[in-house]
Every structure is written in structure tokens, then in C-alpha cells.
């Protein structure tokens, strides 16, 4: 059919002319992969950079246990600002069997993991003996809701009864016998002083490392409930209640 339009069909004047047998490249762009080295390289750096946080992390998370073994141990208050005196060295408690009152053997050791507040004396406790009993529950008593971490101990030396008078003002002590010259062994009272003059205080490790001086009454009570709140401020984060 003559006069057809198909044959006037023309491009379009805004496409663009493409030469007949042209390709046009791809704008692709190609990384250079890192070499083995390199990359074991930089793993060991990763690596390396971990570690340290993590070691920064378990610093930080320890600090107060640190700073806690390192003021009760390396920077513990001097003698003249304690009412009683520190111990050094300490004595660790000994390897020795103690009796209950209900005639159970009990050694020392098994003692470990409390602050005790320690007095010595005779079954049938003089005076001086009742006023350190009552001396020892007056203290843990005042030191209010860290009083679980103390625990009041008697050390009966003899072979006498205990007084029934004495049962009900023991309600919550520890009492034990222990023989005299073996105890000795262990404590040590002041130059000139009897062995049941002092009260003692050991640590949760079990290292006898304070000792109250003689004659410790109402008056100087204050005095020694102040350095034993200052030892328990200073075992804060690594002591806990309890054995």
C-alpha cells in the first residue's frame, strides 16, 4: 500500500544516538580484597582491643573489693586512733578442739567467717566476767543491722559449771571450753595483765587482730563499738553475714 505512514515512523529527537555495534561499559568498581596477612592482622587487633575492655570492665566491677582488702589491710587505721590495739602480727585461730556447753567437740577453726567479740573466764565468772559478758552483747547489740556479722564468743577456761543465773544473759553467745594453757598458745593478754583482763576481737579469716584494754567498762564502751565499726566499714564489700 502506497503513502504508508509506518515508513515515517522517526526517533524520537531527544533519544540519544548509539553508534550500531557500540557497547557502552558498566560503571562497576571493583575492591582489591586485603591480603592474609592483613586480615589475621586486624583480627589480632580486634582481639587485643576486647580483651583490654573486658579487663577494664571486671577492674571496674571489682574496685570496691579492691579498695576494701586494701584499706582493712595496707592502709588500716593507726594505733593512736584506735581505742584498742591492733595486733601484729596477727595469729590465725588455732588448729584446736574446743567443748560446748552440751559437751559437743568444736574446733576453733569452724569459727571462721564472722567478726567475734571474744571474753575469757571461769565457769563460775566473777564480776569482771559478768561485765565482759554483758559488754560483749551491749556492743553487737549497738551496732545495729550489722550485728549479724559479729558474733559473741565465751572461752571457759575450767571445769567449772556454768551459773544458771548466767544461762538466760548467754541467749545468742557462743560459749566453749578450752583449756587455759592451750588458749595461751593463742591469745596474749597486755604485759602485767591476766589472760581474762581483755576482750579480743578476730577477724571473719579467722586472725585474731585487735585487743580491747583491761578494765573495758560502760564508760569506754563507745570507744570500742567506734573501732568496731570502723573494721566492718573496712571488710565492707568482701565480708558478708553469716559463715
Known sequence: ??????????????????SAGEDQPLGLTVHSMPSPGQAALDDTQRT???RWRMTAVMLICAAPVIASYFTYYVIRPEGRRNYGELINPQRSLPDLTATSVDGKAVNLRQLKGQWLLVSVGGGACDKACRQH?????????S????????DWLWLVTDDAPVAPALVPALKGATVLRVAQPELARWLEPANGQPLASHLYVIDPIGNWMMRFPAGLDLQ????????????????????????
Open 143 to 150: 551496732l545495729g543491722k550489722e550485728k549479724d556479722r559479729v
Open 1 to 18: 500500500m502506497s503513502g504508508s505512514k509506518l515508513s515515517d515512523v522517526s526517533v524520537p529527537r531527544h533519544a540519544p544516538e548509539v
Open 133 to 141: 559478758l554483758y559488754l560483749q552483747r551491749q556492743l553487737r547489740e
Open 48 to 50: 587485643s582491643r576486647g
Open 220 to 243: 569506754d564502751a563507745a570507744k570500742a563499738k567506734r573501732d568496731l565499726e570502723r573494721l566492718l566499714r573496712a571488710s565492707a564489700s568482701w565480708d558478708e553475714p553469716g559463715r
